[in-house]
């Protein structure tokens, strides 16, 4: 049962430290989400890649986010240096995108809290 | 402005009695929309993609509508159970076949109660 695998599933850190929270895409999908949940804001798109290559991160704060995808297995989010509005659910998703209305997996997410 | 608007934002309804969440948007050039349910604690899990050429799509007890001309959707739960507690989640896609063009709406949180 191929699933999307994220981790740490729980993260607090204080306000001022690096955070990192990794995922696994499912095997043989090529694209992979970053999305950020609260609340207040609810579900919004920070990033995301196709074939390892950015496409679009214009939702993510660009002076402390940071998102790569080092190999087709692995992709991460970096946070640096954290802050205590950060705290949200992260969560990553995959899909295979053969057309434009291919189905996207999610993550458990991980869930992070900054002091 | 593209936007995604869901209502109720909250509903509580009895176990087997059924229920219509509802969608509106003005995304355009509209390419698809999705309905997702997402368990507390849990990543959303898709239920339906909806193009502009489809008006209806079931999956089991959940049936989508789409009118592309009103820019609605809705999502109809049929003799609701208590797992179908969760939060539901409408989300467009403008056509450009970029998928970073996405449009969440803030859910509707369903209650089942026994």
């Known amino acids: 049962d191929a699933r999307v695998t994220q981790t740490p599933r729980h993260k607090v850190t204080e306000m001022g430290q690096e955070v990192t929270m990794r995922c696994q895409p499912i095997?043989?999908?090529?694209?992979v989400f970053w999305y950020r949940q609260t609340m207040m804001q609810g579900l919004e798109l920070l990033a995301y890649f196709r074939n390892r290559a950015p496409l679009d991160d214009s939702g993510m704060p660009k002076d402390r986010f940071s998102a790569e995808m080092p190999d087709a297995t692995l992709a991460t989010l970096k946070i640096q240096p954290s802050e205590p509005r950060d705290s949200a659910v992260y969560f990553c998703a995959s899909g295979l995108s053969l057309a434009d209305s291919y189905e996207q997996y999610f993550g458990p997410g991980t869930r992070l809290t900054v002091t | 402005k593209n936007q995604v608007e869901q209502s109720p934002q909250s509903l509580i309804i009895l176990e087997g009695k059924n229920c219509t969440l509802q969608c509106n948007y003005t995304v355009s050039p509209f390419s698809n929309l999705r309905w997702y349910k997402q368990d507390t604690g849990r990543g959303p899990v898709s239920l339906t993609i909806?193009?502009?050429?489809?008006n209806t799509k079931s999956n089991r007890r959940y049936t989508a509508t789409l009118d592309a001309d009103t820019k609605q959707s809705s999502l109809h739960i049929t003799a609701s159970q208590l797992s179908d507690s969760a939060s539901y989640i409408c989300v467009v896609s403008a056509y450009g076949g970029s998928q970073g063009n996405l449009i969440f709406g803030k859910g509707t949180k369903l209650s089942v109660k026994p």
């Open positions: 909806m193009t502009f050429s489809e």
């Open positions: 095997l043989g999908h090529n694209t």
